[in-house]
């Protein structure tokens, strides 16, 4: 799944850590095959052995089970697998390396698988620093406009310097990246081509629990592979703050998949292979696909202007349990129970408070929390909705506008300005990071560094450090870090992620 493949740890930070199920395997499904193409052969009107020839003949024939026809993958891979790309990339990632007096120096065990046991016991060598260090990765894609537009991961070309697109008659073309979106992990590529073969793009609502689905891709390099299985769940929402509603598959999808696509047996593409759940790296029995309605949405907008924008609601919301629905008076354990209401955003306005069950959106209704993101993603800013609400015994309607997410850091900004802020005393600039981000480095939450003056920039805190926690306290968001900061006197201790260490700085607070 990591565009770098050279590196087991990189691979393994891709992919999220979770328990593996059951996997069809190739041999069940030829076994199937054969039983139904050969079935037992019956003699109508003979009887069977033991039985009277009168009953058999005044018995009414068996009717015989009805046959399943398994699709024939090798037409749709004849069909659209010319259309099916291997994109290389070559790209740089920053690693640490130490000082030491009026020089400097790279690690002195280089690759060395024991690199880490050995450094333990060198003790300090002064402040840490980063180095730009060559990568390659391998990912798929596809290609859906005859002019050179090609649809892929955004993860696949996360800091290239240089992509590659290679076609199945070994043509190769340099691509230029038009733009990604690593919200919904999309990213749109375009090649100097003419008259390229094409994939048709399906609907992702259409498609079905339990039918046959296809992937063709370039699994550890491997290219055009193809593999199948069948539709697991649909709008699964995964812990990584992307509100994708994915589409879950048994088909196997290892590190070089990214970006390939999901096909039904029509020959249609419904998705993109995005993500897998593994413990070893590899593939386990779950993969994820990004619905391709979503990904035609980004599509549209970074061709038309270069750039996504998202809507937003503004409300943080968690699961109903049963509990919640007893404490509610709710029938059933569902829908969206809203924690909390963003000052001044789109929700306040549309008059949603902490504490409401929002059950429907647009009369679509929501079952799980994740519903609710994910729904807003698939909106526009600007987009009217109607949400049905449970509030304190009874069904509200609430109708509004959905605001735009870029909105979001603005309004942030403007709160930070009121009163002794966490930048004014530390002298940081923090966003939260995305999805992405946090399967790169391993982290289900931190705040990315993006500029360190003052304060915290003499005590040795520098751009691109994510900053793990303050004072001990675990820090998700900017206004955690001003909670903590507003507490402190004196000085605060840092906890920062740079590199693959971790180190305590302490801030004396300007």
């Known amino acids: 799944m990591s565009k770098t493949v050279t590196a087991s740890m990189t691979v393994k930070r891709v992919v999220a850590a979770l328990a593996a199920v059951?996997?069809?395997?190739a041999g069940a499904a030829i076994a199937v095959q054969?039983?139904?193409?050969a079935p037992n052969p019956q003699v109508v009107g003979q009887a069977a052995p033991g039985v009277p020839a009168?009953?058999?003949?005044?018995?009414?024939?068996?009717?015989?089970?009805?046959?399943i026809a398994l699709p024939d993958f090798s037409v749709i891979v004849q069909h659209n697998g010319p259309a099916v790309v291997n994109i290389s990339v070559v790209g740089s990632t920053k690693t640490s390396f130490q000082s030491q007096g009026q020089g400097e120096r790279g690690e002195p065990f280089g690759d060395d698988p024991f690199l880490e046991f050995f450094r333990r016991f060198q003790g300090p060598q002064g402040q840490g620093r980063t180095r730009d260090v060559p990568t390659h990765g391998v990912g798929s894609g596809f290609i859906v406009?005859?002019?050179?537009?090609i649809l892929t991961n955004a993860h696949v070309v996360r800091d290239a310097q240089e992509v590659t697109v290679k076609l199945t008659d070994?043509?190769?073309?340099?691509?230029?990246?038009?733009?990604?979106?690593?919200?919904?992990?999309?990213?749109?590529l375009k090649i100097d081509a003419k008259n390229l073969p094409v994939v048709p793009l399906g609907r992702s609502n259409d498609v079905k629990v339990g039918e046959w689905v296809l992937a063709i891709g370039s699994p550890f390099g491997l290219e055009n592979t193809v593999t199948a299985g069948v539709v697991s769940a649909k709008g699964r929402s995964l812990p990584d703050d992307s509100n994708v509603p994915f589409i879950q598959t048994d088909v196997a999808i290892n590190p070089g998949n990214s970006g390939g696509p999901l096909f039904n047996t029509r020959g249609e593409v419904v998705?993109?292979?995005?993500?897998?759940?593994?413990?070893?790296?590899?593939?386990?029995?779950?993969?994820?696909?990004?619905?391709?309605?979503?990904?035609?949405?980004?599509r549209d907008q970074i061709v038309k202007t270069g750039k996504v924008v998202h809507a937003r609601l503004g409300v943080t919301v968690q699961e109903i349990g049963q509990d919640f629905a007893d404490s509610f008076k709710l029938?059933?354990?569902?829908?969206?129970?809203?924690?909390?209401?963003?000052?001044?955003?789109?929700?306040?306005?549309i008059g949603l408070k902490a504490g409401d069950v929002i059950r429907a959106m647009n009369g679509q209704k929501i079952i799980q929390s994740g519903d609710l993101p994910a729904m807003v993603a698939l909106a526009a800013p600007g987009d009217k909705i109607s949400l049905e609400v449970w509030r304190q015994g009874k069904t509200v309607t609430l109708d509004g506008k959905l605001g735009n997410?870029?909105?979001?850091?603005?309004?942030?900004?403007?709160?930070?300005?009121?009163?002794?802020?966490?930048?004014?005393?530390?002298?940081?600039?923090?966003?939260?990071?995305?999805?992405?981000?946090?399967?790169?480095?391993?982290?289900?939450?931190?705040?990315?560094?993006?500029?360190?003056?003052?304060?915290?920039?003499s005590a040795g805190v520098q751009p691109g450090d994510v900053l793990l926690s303050v004072n001990g306290r675990p820090v998700n968001s900017i206004g955690d870090v001003r909670d903590v900061v507003s507490k402190s006197d004196k000085s605060v201790a840092l906890l920062i992620l740079r590199g693959d260490e971790r180190i305590f700085i302490p801030v004396r607070l300007g």
């Not at 029938?331 to 809203?338: C, I, K, Q, S």
């Open 22 to 25: 059951g996997v069809l395997g």
């Open 405 to 457: 997410a870029s909105d979001r850091s603005n309004l942030a900004s403007a709160q930070d300005e009121q009163g002794p802020s966490a930048r004014m005393r530390l002298g940081l600039a923090l966003r939260p990071l995305d999805p992405q981000e946090k399967r790169q480095v391993g982290l289900p939450s931190g705040l990315l560094i993006e500029d360190a003056r003052g304060a915290a920039a």
């Open 34 to 37: 054969k039983s139904n193409a």
């Open 271 to 298: 998705g993109i292979n995005s993500q897998i759940y593994s413990q070893s790296g590899g593939y386990q029995g779950l993969s994820f696909a990004i619905p391709i309605d979503v990904a035609t949405k980004i």
């Open 54 to 67: 009168n009953a058999a003949a005044g018995a009414p024939a068996p009717t015989p089970a009805p046959m």
């Open 331 to 349: 029938a059933t354990p569902e829908g969206a129970l809203v924690a909390n209401v963003e000052r001044g955003g789109p929700a306040e306005k």
């Open 170 to 188: 070994r043509r190769e073309f340099r691509a230029k990246v038009l733009g990604s979106d690593p919200k919904t992990d999309v990213a749109v």
């Open 145 to 149: 406009s005859a002019d050179g537009i």
